[in-house]
């Protein structure tokens, strides 16, 4: 069964410094990947995606995201956060067997000013 | 730009009860979804329907669980009798691909 994995359940950055967010997926074959944030008392919006192709991808707000295959890994990172960044972020994979998304257990991010 | 919109947006029910959580996807989508996140806790995939029928559907998704594309544009989960467990924020999305779905702001549901 594929799994999701997020180290870190609570990560502070301050204003201006680098957001790293881990993410690293357990899967014999490589699933599409997904980060979304949930801000407060809001749904689910997709920040990017990576499913085939280049590895770096760019998303919405900033964001990017390194695909690494050898690595299992799938991180988020802004080289400059700013407050309204301040939010849950979950890492998602996708797999056409399960035809479901399988979620990591979130991030919550604070940015102090 | 296109959204998935849920209503009721919070729905308090006593345990027993039977509710249906509405749901209006993305107009060109063809793939509906409902998850689940319980307080704390993960997000976690329900049914997936396409084509006017369950495509997957996990542990979760019980015969207390029902879902139903009634016209062209709604998608609803019904839950027959309501447990205290169900308490949760439910999450519906759809996508015109099965793997890239958009989500709308969830109906949180209270169990009492």
């Known amino acids: 069964a594929q799994s999701v994995t997020q180290l870190g359940s609570h990560v502070s950055v301050s204003e201006g410094a680098l957001v790293l967010l881990r993410c690293n997926y357990s899967s014999s074959v490589p699933p599409y990947l997904f980060w979304y944030v949930q801000y407060p008392n809001q749904g689910l919006q997709l920040l990017l995606k990576?499913?085939?192709?280049?590895?770096l991808v760019k998303g919405i707000n900033g964001f990017e995201a390194e695909f690494k295959k050898s690595e299992t890994s799938f991180h988020l990172t802004k080289p400059s956060a700013h407050m309204s960044d301040a939010a849950e972020y979950f890492c998602?994979?996708?797999?056409?067997?399960?035809?479901?998304?399988?979620f990591g257990s979130g991030t919550q991010l604070t940015v102090l000013p | 730009e296109p959204e998935v919109t849920q209503t009721p947006s919070h729905q308090v029910t006593q345990m027993g009860q039977e509710v249906i959580l509405r749901c209006v996807p993305i107009?060109?989508?063809?793939?509906f979804y409902w998850y689940r996140q319980i307080l704390g806790q993960k997000v976690e995939f329900l049914v997936s329907f396409y084509n006017n029928e369950i495509s997957e559907k996990s542990e979760i998704f019980d015969d207390q669980f029902s879902v139903e594309r009634p016209d062209g544009s709604n998608f609803t989960l019904k839950i027959r009798s309501t447990k205290l467990e169900d308490s949760a924020m439910y999450f519906c999305a759809s996508s015109e691909w099965p793997d890239t779905q958009y989500f709308g702001p969830g109906t949180r549901l209270t169990v009492l």
């Open positions: 107009s060109n989508h063809l793939y």
């Open positions: 998602a994979a996708y797999s056409g067997s399960a035809r479901q998304l399988t």
């Open positions: 990576y499913t085939t192709g280049a590895t």
